[in-house]
């Protein structure tokens, strides 16, 4: 893998909230903790893991929404550093959020929601090519052209995604982070939305970080997939090699755990049922964080964090004890 | 006689922009100790037919028809007194959303030995034992002191376990779970699941399940409801629902899931947005959205029919195919 074909890198991201733990004494919650990859050109890396393990926050600081901590983004083999770098960044990268109900402002019009990006970095020369350009995303989303004076309140969930997907395109961005963009969606208004996601990276050749906890979309969504753990990343591999050879013992858990649609495979599956609940973030334990919680944990495992190697070509994973049980 | 009857039940709630019927004409049975899945999207009636089952609608909603017997016993139009012989004690109800459905300013303890008082002629400390050995029950760590804790020191999945452990403290015939996983991660999904499934072999309750979650239904029920709009479109075992079903809209629904091995293949979504229940179609309500829609899908609403003995179904389609089985002009 060389430099020029990763289009976003990451290197030793972190970020920290200070949490007020007391009247004068706060802490530091480890939202994202020593994280790196990298994301190709034209690819989609799914980013999987339980709330609370810092997934979100990966995808908003790496928008800058957040100031990292620590740790480098690069973007188009160019370091993200002063605030020029931010603004020209930003006009390349886009986000679409999870909730389609309270990301888009109820007292604009669809036309409105769209446009104000172009608004924002002044794109057009006229109010004609604003409108163009306006009709232009609608239509690539699959809205019709009347509904652009219409409000937001009018569409279903299903249509209101369609209307910020159209917003997050309007910059014309080679990176796109999607949070949970189809979690709040219908079965049947799930899957439109998930083939319009795959008919705009083929027609505008974008690169999505997807972002879901939904394991069978991401599967199908994505061609890698990095699976988080308590702000730490913990195993990142081809979508099938991950589903079909996982090496981290949380992994495993997580792949067993997915309810399969098909009652007989449902009752062959054996499921590897994980006790206890993830810890929390401000009170995170020593070593590996999945270590109170894994059934193969040793005294190695509390002390330190294992590195997060390449164990076979473009499979990362971070586990002491990996040879034991597999 | 099955343990729960529920014969073209009608649940509507006038609204006034004109009636919704959320529930329109919805009949099946329950027996002891199955698991029956309702699934459907939002909007569908799924939960309106639970909340009708345990008479807890809000205001503007009112049972408008039909029968809902239990154990003989006739629900429809029996009056509060009745009711609250029935909630709780006979059929116990968990909802989706555990963060709200504890009161947050008393113990757990406390809401626990509530319900229990409530419910059987125990004394204080007889209510203490039980609810301690419930939380046991469920697996929830060192009961005693978490007896004293409120339900902010609770994770997600532990306030569905008390949850859990409220509702069978009495021993229920029927648990009635509305979406109960929807809002937990997928490794406490699979507790939660788990644990239902232990508990139901273990104390022989039957469970109605409703969730949007295919998975869920694979996993958990014997028995499946598909609801669209109001009504039942498609009703048979597990097996059958999801090898064999025949209904134009549980065929779309199967489609498009992304499932283990059609991963390169794209999705084939169901084409439309759902229905306004407000603005129902003279004819088959999935109809508008049906690819396969003939003209008398739009005219008028297909009767259930039994495909097998262990499988019924409404939709057009299965006539037309035992009508070319014959030989005959289907149009």
């Known amino acids: ?16 909230f200070q949490i007020n733990t007391g009247l004068f004494s706060s802490k530091p919650l480890k939202a994202v903790d020593d994280v790196s990859f990298a994301i190709r050109k034209g690819e989609t890396l799914g980013l999987v893991g339980e709330s609370g393990c810092g997934k979100t926050t990966v995808g908003r600081t790496l928008l800058h929404l957040y100031k990292p901590t620590e740790g480098e983004i690069w973007f188009n083999g160019k370091q993200i550093v ?3 770098d931010i603004l ?4 390349k990268t886009a986000m679409v959020f999870q909730d389609p109900y309270s990301s888009l402002n109820p007292r604009m019009t669809v036309s409105d929601i769209i446009g104000e990006p172009l608004d924002v970095h002044k794109l057009y020369a006229s109010k004609a090519e604003r409108q163009e350009k306006i009709l232009d995303l609608m239509a690539k989303v699959g809205l019709n052209s009347e509904h652009a004076n219409r409000y937001a309140h009018e569409f279903s969930g299903g249509q209101r995604q369609r209307i910020g997907i159209a917003r997050s ?3 014309g961005p080679e ?12 079965v049947s208004i799930q899957a439109q939305v998930i083939n319009m996601f795959d008919e705009l990276q083929n027609q505008m050749g974008l690169t999505y970080l997807f972002i879901a906890h939904d394991l069978l979309v991401v599967r199908h969504i994505s061609d890698r997939i990095a699976v988080m753990y308590l702000g730490k990343m913990v195993e990142m591999a081809d979508a099938r090699e991950i589903y079909d050879h996982p090496l981290h013992p949380y992994t495993k858990c997580l792949m067993s755990a997915v309810p399969l649609p098909d009652p007989k495979k449902a009752r062959e599956n054996k499921r590897i049922v994980l006790h206890g609940d993830i810890p929390s973030p401000l009170n995170a334990p020593s070593g590996c964080p999945f270590r109170t919680r894994c059934p193969y944990a040793t005294a190695a495992c509390a002390e330190s964090m294992p590195e997060f190697k390449e164990v076979s070509s473009g499979h990362f994973v971070a586990c002491h004890n990996m040879e034991k049980f597999n | 006689m099955a343990l729960l009857e529920v014969r073209d039940l009608r649940t509507s709630f006038f609204t006034p922009a004109g009636e919704v019927k959320a ?3 919805v009949s099946f049975f329950l027996d002891h100790g199955k698991v029956l899945g309702i699934v459907g999207e939002s909007g569908s009636g799924k939960s309106v037919t639970a909340y009708s089952i345990m008479q807890i609608l809000e205001k503007t909603g009112r049972i408008v028809g039909g029968s809902i017997k239990f154990d003989g016993q006739e629900l429809v139009g029996a009056g509060e007194k009745v009711m609250k012989t029935i909630r709780g004690n006979k059929i116990s109800i968990i909802f989706q959303d555990p963060m709200t459905s504890l009161n947050p300013t008393y113990t757990i303890g406390h809401q626990l030995m509530e319900a229990i008082m409530l419910h059987t002629p125990r004394n204080k400390k007889q209510a203490y034992d039980r609810a301690v050995e419930m939380l046991r029950l469920v697996n929830v760590n060192e009961p005693e002191k978490r007896m004293k804790q409120y339900p902010f020191e609770f994770s997600g999945g532990m306030r569905q376990r008390v949850m859990i452990a409220m509702a069978l403290a009495c021993e229920p015939d029927i648990l009635i779970a509305d979406e109960p996983t929807t809002a937990l991660d997928v490794t406490i999904q699979a507790q939660i699941l788990e644990l239902m499934q232990s508990l139901q072999k273990e104390l022989g309750m039957a469970i109605i399940m409703i969730t949007h979650d295919l998975g869920v239904v ?11 709009a109001g009504s039942i479109c498609e009703q048979g075992s597990a097996d059958e629902i999801f090898y064999n079903p025949k209904h134009e809209y549980t065929k779309g629904l199967m489609r498009s899931i992304p499932t283990v091995d059609n991963d390169d293949s794209p999705l084939e979504p169901i084409s439309g947005t759902p229905i306004d229940l407000l603005n129902m179609p003279q004819g088959c309500p999935f109809a508008p959205r049906c690819d396969a829609a003939m003209k008398i899908c739009m ?4 009767e259930r029919m039994q495909i097998n003995d262990w499988h019924q179904a409404a939709c057009w389609m299965n006539v037309k195919e035992a009508f070319e089985k014959e030989g005959g002009d289907a149009e």
């Open chain 1, 1 to 16: 893998m060389t430099e020029q074909q990763n289009l976003v890198e990451v290197k030793h991201l972190k970020e920290y």
């Open chain 1, 82 to 84: 002063t605030k020029q």
């Open chain 2, 23 to 25: 529930v329109n004409g």
């Open chain 2, 218 to 228: 694979a996993q958990m029920c014997d028995e499946v409801i598909v609801m669209y």
């Open chain 1, 88 to 91: 020209e960044y930003r006009k």
């Open chain 1, 175 to 186: 990176f796109v982070v999607c949070d949970e963009p189809v979690s709040a969606l219908d």
């Open chain 2, 299 to 302: 005219r008028q609403r297909c």
């Open chain 1, 169 to 171: 395109l309007a910059m």
